[in-house]
């Protein structure tokens, strides 16, 4: 069975500061995994996915993500964050079979300080 | 285009009453998805719908869920008998196609409260 472990709720960076939120997976099939972000009161949004091509992901808003096979890692970074980046990420991994029902960790606020 | 659209937007229902929830997902769009959303949780599946087939159910929590997508578009989550274990936000997400690696589009979600 898989499932997506995400390491610290919340998450305070400054502007300008690097961003790193952290997933870490367990699959026993090679896994799809995604990241999406959610706003207040808004549905989730795709930042990117990583579909077994390219290792390091590239997404929206400068978001990008490296898929480390021996880690069981997917961690999220952007170089430099935004007051604009503030919300909730979620970390998901597929759940097998052909539909892809996704499997989500429980989340990282992230905080933006000016 | 217009993106994955649910009503209502919030609801509140005493215990033991039915709700519905309504998702109208982006047009032409075969797969949907049903998601519960407790608060502080992530998202966990309910059940998922390849036109209008349910061909998963398995994440209801309890037979007082049930779901439909009879013309295979517009797709409703009924709650029987509401607890107050049932409040939560409830997210739609709608496909383009039927795999894995396809994105799913999330509605902005219903947020139900049972009093």
């Known amino acids: 069975a898989q499932s997506v472990t995400q390491l610290g709720s919340h998450v305070s960076v400054s502007e300008g500061a690097l961003v790193l939120l952290r997933c870490n997976y367990s699959?026993?099939?090679?896994?799809?995994l995604f990241w999406y972000v959610q706003y207040p009161n808004q549905g989730l949004q795709l930042l990117l996915k990583?579909?077994?091509?390219?290792?390091l992901v590239k997404g929206i808003n400068g978001f990008e993500a490296e898929f480390k096979k021996s880690e069981t890692s997917f961690h999220l970074t952007k170089p430099s964050a935004h007051m604009s980046d503030a919300a909730e990420y979620f970390c998901?991994?597929?759940?097998?079979?052909?539909?892809?029902?996704?499997?989500f960790g429980k989340g990282t606020k992230l905080s933006v300080k000016p | 285009g217009a993106g994955v659209s649910q009503s209502p937007r919030y609801k509140v229902a005493k215990r033991g009453q039915d709700v519905a929830l309504r998702c109208d997902p982006i047009?032409?769009?075969?797969?949907l998805f049903w998601y519960q959303q407790a608060l502080g949780q992530g998202p966990e599946f309910l059940t998922y719908?390849?036109?209008?087939?349910?061909?998963?159910k398995s994440g209801l929590p309890s037979d007082r869920f049930f779901a439909e997508r009879p013309e295979g578009s517009v797709s409703t989550l009924k709650i029987q008998r509401t607890q107050q274990e049932d409040s939560a936000v409830y997210l739609c997400?709608?496909?383009?196609?039927?795999?894995?690696?396809?994105?799913?589009?999330f509605g902005p979600g219903t947020r139900l409260t049972v009093l």
């Open positions: 990583y579909t077994s091509a390219a290792t």
């Open positions: 699959s026993s099939v090679p896994p799809y």
């Open positions: 047009s032409g769009h075969v797969s």
């Open positions: 998901a991994v597929s759940g097998g079979g052909s539909q892809g029902n996704l499997i």
């Open positions: 997400a709608s496909v383009a196609g039927t795999t894995s690696t396809d994105t799913q589009y």
């Open positions: 719908f390849q036109n209008e087939a349910q061909l998963d």
